[in-house]
């Protein structure tokens, strides 16, 4: 095993593990001090390099990771639809990768220093990254498996790959986690998803199993204080001690931001979460925020550069607001969401 494949992450059908309700605290591994439940390895002290979207776990001291020579195995369970996150160190294999006997899924460094991914349902490796990685490089994978619709999806870095595309499986649930080669690991989170969106911000937890975040000055709408996960501000480039300054070009504050939904970059355009086709065939945007309904603007036009204000009054849906518009009679129609 360790001549053919020098990193490869799968996912196996070992002896069940303890389950995880949808909701409950994740399971947590920083080998800080122990091997916490995993087989194979050995406790290396060594201080891995952060991600960019930082580490899964971000108060662990990391100064011990698991260095493996062979293969180490870990009966991490999880019920339903499962989140993994796991930080990995490249070592570019002799030979090309393949999908170890009796696992559904694999991630594995080929021979150009590519990133592959073997699923059972699929006959040959998917690149899921291009790019060259060098030995030694740290990558954190974060993996959504959707069992009720038999699919997975993957992200590197906290950027979703292959487009965010899904990828088949034929598996029914997570039993454990395998990891075969030579490499080191540190940081993995198993949490039971009840989600079927890969959400960049989901694993990012405290050594406790907790959501790891950074106060704010800001309330909801029940007077509470409104906590930001510390990823918003890596992946965003935004220093966590900014998260009360206010943003260039914006009377919002980087906290606010967060809170309605909006870019950060510049504090008035909303992400569109979702665009459907309702029943009566008139369009609906979906898109996140706080704010009072007469506060938004509603942009549309056949092309990116030519948005007009559509008249449209968003409506409450739970933590979303939703805007229906008429479907459009002159072809493709771009929408855009501002304050």
């Not at 662990?60 to 990995?88: E, K, M, P, R, Y």
């Amino acid at each position: 095993m360790k001549t053919t494949m020098k990193a490869v992450l799968a996912l196996t059908g070992l002896a069940a593990g303890a389950a995880l309700a949808d909701g409950a605290a994740a399971t947590v591994c920083t080998f800080e001090s122990a091997e916490d439940g995993w087989s194979g390895g050995t406790l290396t002290a060594a201080a891995p390099a952060a991600p960019a979207n930082g580490y899964a776990v971000t108060d662990a001291t990391h100064g011990q990771v698991l260095a493996i020579d062979g293969t180490a195995t870990s009966s991490i369970g999880a019920t339903g639809n499962a989140l993994v996150d796991i930080l990995f160190q490249v070592s570019i294999p002799e030979v090309a990768p393949a999908l170890p006997s009796g696992e559904y899924f694999a991630i594995a460094v080929a021979t150009d220093g590519s990133l592959v991914a073997f699923t059972n349902s699929t006959a040959e490796a998917v690149t899921i990254d291009a790019d060259t990685h060098s030995k030694g490089e740290w990558i954190r994978v974060t993996t959504l498996f959707d069992y009720t619709n038999n699919r997975c999806q993957v992200a590197l870095n906290g950027e979703l790959a292959c487009g965010g595309a899904w990828l088949p499986i034929a598996a029914t649930s997570l039993s454990g986690i395998a990891v075969s080669g030579t490499t080191t690991i540190d940081d993995v989170v198993v949490q039971s998803a009840a989600s079927t969106v890969y959400d960049k911000y989901a694993s990012v937890k405290a050594a406790d199993g907790a959501a790891a975040t950074v106060p704010s000055d800001v309330v909801d709408a029940s007077g509470t204080a409104v906590n930001i996960p510390v990823n918003y501000f890596s992946v965003n480039k935004i220093g966590q001690s900014n998260v009360n300054s206010t943003i260039s070009n914006s009377s919002l504050t980087y906290a606010q931001a967060y809170q309605a939904g909006v870019a950060p970059t510049d504090g008035a355009t909303f992400a569109i979460a979702k665009a459907e086709t309702a029943s009566d065939g008139r369009i609906v945007l979906t898109f996140p925020g706080s704010w009072p309904a007469d506060s938004y603007k509603v942009l549309s036009g056949s092309a990116p550069d030519t948005l007009f204000n559509t008249k449209a009054t968003p409506r409450k849906d739970g933590a979303n607001n939703k805007v229906t518009l008429p479907l459009p009679t002159d072809g493709v129609r771009y929408y855009k969401v501002t304050r």
